[in-house]
């Protein structure tokens, strides 16, 4: 019967990520994929994370299985890095948390959630977003548009854009943005605009979806939920999908989580029964290790202070290379100003480098970054590789 079935594309993104493998050119780059990559080239297990494991380890007696949601104790630090330590959300305890697989998995259940409760709503999402956003919400049956967000260089945010976009939505209909670092471009409200953000979306009474995925990785862990906080400060219903796949260096543990915040301790709860049904249809509970390791750094405020000094070499690494390149580009092809990539945060920049050249730094440079306006993730940059990276990207403009 599978004799029938079409061959599916590869994926936009993963598939570049296997194309890389199978280029044998010794000196190839990948800036496509989303993994970020020390000044060696590899993506390391952190030090807290294997201080954290090795504690697991020596402790751990049970393989059974977790609650629906997950383990409280992670639950609880997710709620507190999300709005900070004693926030009133939390005691009063309008907020639940589900861990999940991933970001993509936080994603997946409240997609089924809203599907199966809010089946009229549209789900709108940024122009452009993470390739896979709107793939999520349609394969559960949702309706997806875009509201305007990229400005017409490709440079900045159009914010007057933006807001008219927002302010055109139906009630009830779910808007999904991005806390920090936007997936592809790094391009991200400043807290002002956040504020008339929040505002919009109250007044008009939308429903907001709030992707997390990149928490510190920006201006760091309270700055970067500047955004989040002032959407709840609202008094709306939020949605919140977190990932620590980033933050933690845990991609292959997939640990992510979904927050809801609701108005009251009991909404919270019928939330989170809701949100229990659609997780026993699909994976029926989270897999252990990984959440356990983000509570157990979380919990400890040692292993906590380490991570963090982690993070924020990881965050600085990132904009050195952002310097780095513009610094570089700037000798090599001076009429050409590269200088706004300085200026967006995360792992990734939009290049603006066209299809085309995308296309010719692949097939004649073996440098790999994503098409469509020529998403780069910048910390798949080194020392090492700038040079190649900086010709090569010179030989194609």
């Known amino acids: 019967m599978f004799d029938l079935l079409p061959l599916a594309p590869p994926d936009a993104i993963l598939g570049l990520g296997e194309a890389f493998k199978n280029d044998p050119n010794p000196n190839k780059i990948n800036l496509s994929v989303g993994v970020y990559k020390d000044e060696q080239g590899n993506t390391p297990v952190l030090a807290s994370i ?97 509201y305007t967000y990229l400005d017409s260089t490709g440079k900045g945010l159009d914010f007057d854009g ?64 500047v955004g989040l906080r002032e959407i709840a400060a609202t008094g709306v219903d939020v949605l919140v999908c977190s990932s620590f796949s980033k933050n933690f260096g845990l991609y292959g543990e997939r640990v992510g989580a979904l927050t809801l915040v609701t108005n009251t301790a009991e909404a919270a709860q019928r939330a989170l029964s809701q949100v229990r049904i659609s997780i026993r249809c699909n994976y029926s509970n989270p897999p252990t290790h990984g959440g356990a390791l983000v509570a157990g750094v979380l919990n400890d405020a040692a292993l906590r202070k380490q ?4 993070l924020a070499a990881m965050r600085n690494r990132i904009n050195k290379m952002r310097h780095l390149f513009v610094d570089t580009m700037k000798k090599l092809k001076p009429e050409k100003d590269f200088s706004f990539l300085i200026s967006q945060k995360g792992m990734f920049s939009y290049s603006g480098l066209t299809n085309m050249q995308v296309d010719e730094l692949k097939t004649k440079h073996a440098v790999y970054v994503v098409g469509n306006g020529g998403r780069i993730n910048v910390a798949g940059m080194t020392e090492e590789n700038m040079p190649k990276l900086c010709a090569a990207i010179t030989a194609v403009l």
């Open 50 to 146: 294997k201080e954290a494991e090795r504690r697991l380890l020596e402790k751990e007696k049970s393989k059974g299985y977790l609650a629906i949601e997950g383990l409280a104790d992670y639950g609880q630090q997710v709620q507190e890095m999300l709005f900070g330590a004693g926030h009133p959300i939390l005691k009063d305890k309008r907020a639940v948390t589900a861990q999940t697989p991933g970001g993509t998995g936080s994603l997946r259940v409240a997609a089924d959630l809203l599907r199966k409760h809010f089946a009229a709503a549209k789900v709108w999402v940024s122009k452009p977003t993470w390739a896979n956003h709107q793939a999520i919400f349609q394969a559960a049956g949702q309706l997806t548009d875009v």
């Open 162 to 225: 933006m807001i008219a976009s927002l302010e055109k939505l139906p009630a009830g209909d779910i808007v999904l943005l991005h806390a920090c670092c936007h997936n592809p471009t790094g391009i991200d409200p400043t807290p002002e605009q956040w504020k008339k953000i929040a505002a919009v979306i109250k007044d008009k009474k939308l429903l907001p979806i709030v992707d997390f995925a990149y928490q510190g990785f920006g201006d760091g862990l309270e700055e970067d939920a």
């Open 307 to 310: 991570w963090e000094g982690e």
